[in-house]
């Protein structure tokens, strides 16, 4: 599909199929679930839900029980009667939705919304948040394919010059200029990468980026992001459990 929202597609689950339609904005949660359609006649189940051909999921449920079909994947003809035509499918005009840190606002200013199409944050294990406050870190190293456990695919929208969110477990801590990004296969990592990223060697660097990404292999990308601490969060109101639009002036939306 040439959709631009990366989460639209076929997956699979326990021998069945799904076609991932999108994201929608539920008015009554005030947050985004997935929307997906089962490719199957889907009756109802005693004690869990009604008959329905469309259906949506938290993210949390969805990356965690859903399998996305990937290139050479085959999906059995017997499906292919439910799929809904590319046309009808949400993706033409808005990127996929990333978390929205906790203590800053949507682009709505509405109170505790998880997701947003217009976030845009790179989050860091809190061991490396001094580093990167202190401009000692100032390049960081993610994988951005799908289907790689750990992988950040929404971070393939960020480009040079852009300015997102510095946070670590959703909190956001400060703010990066990114002023490049290179990829790199696993295998042609050197310990000049290494050194970049304050390990003695190469070895010592793709150790601690499996703690990350545990399926990394040799022939899988890394990207590295190379950004300057611009910014840090002493202006911000702490906004946890009732911000607003106006409680917060720093905007990268």
């Known amino acids: ?17 799904y076609q991932c339609l999108g994201e929608a904005w539920s008015h009554t949660e005030k947050q985004f679930a997935v929307l997906y359609k089962p490719l199957y006649n889907c009756s109802a189940k005693p004690g869990s839900f009604e008959a329905h051909e469309l259906a949506t999921s938290s ?8 399998r996305k079909l990937q290139a050479g994947d085959h999906m ?6 439910f799929v809904v035509q590319e046309a009808l499918v949400q993706g033409a005009g808005l990127p996929s939705t990333r978390p929205v840190p906790e203590n800053v606002p949507s682009a709505s200013g509405l109170v505790g919304v998880d997701r947003s199409h217009e ?6 294990s809190s061991e490396f948040v001094e580093a990167v406050k202190s401009g000692m870190k100032v390049k960081t190293a993610r994988v951005l394919q799908e289907g790689v456990p750990g992988g950040e695919p929404w971070l393939n929208e960020i ?7 510095a946070t ?17 296969k696993v295998a042609d990592l050197t310990d000049q990468h290494a050194k970049d990223e304050q390990f003695e060697h190469r070895e010592a660097f793709i150790t601690k980026l499996k703690q990350f990404f545990p399926e990394l292999s040799n022939s899988n990308e890394v990207c590295i992001f190379e950004f300057y601490y611009a910014e840090d969060n002493s202006g911000m109101r702490s906004v946890i459990g009732g911000r ?4 917060i002036a720093l905007s990268t939306y």
């Open 76 to 81: 059995p003809n017997t499906w292919q009667g």
């Open 168 to 184: 670590s477990d959703r909190k956001a801590f400060g703010r990066l200029c990114v002023t490049g990004k290179t990829t790199v």
């Open 119 to 124: 976030a845009q944050a790179i989050d860091f």
């Open 1 to 17: 599909m040439a959709a631009s929202n990366s989460i639209v597609g076929i997956y699979e689950l326990d021998g069945k199929y």
């Open 159 to 165: 480009g040079s010059g852009a300015l997102v969110w």
């Open 59 to 66: 993210y949390e449920r969805w990356f965690r029980k859903f």
């Open 244 to 247: 607003a639009q106006n409680e």
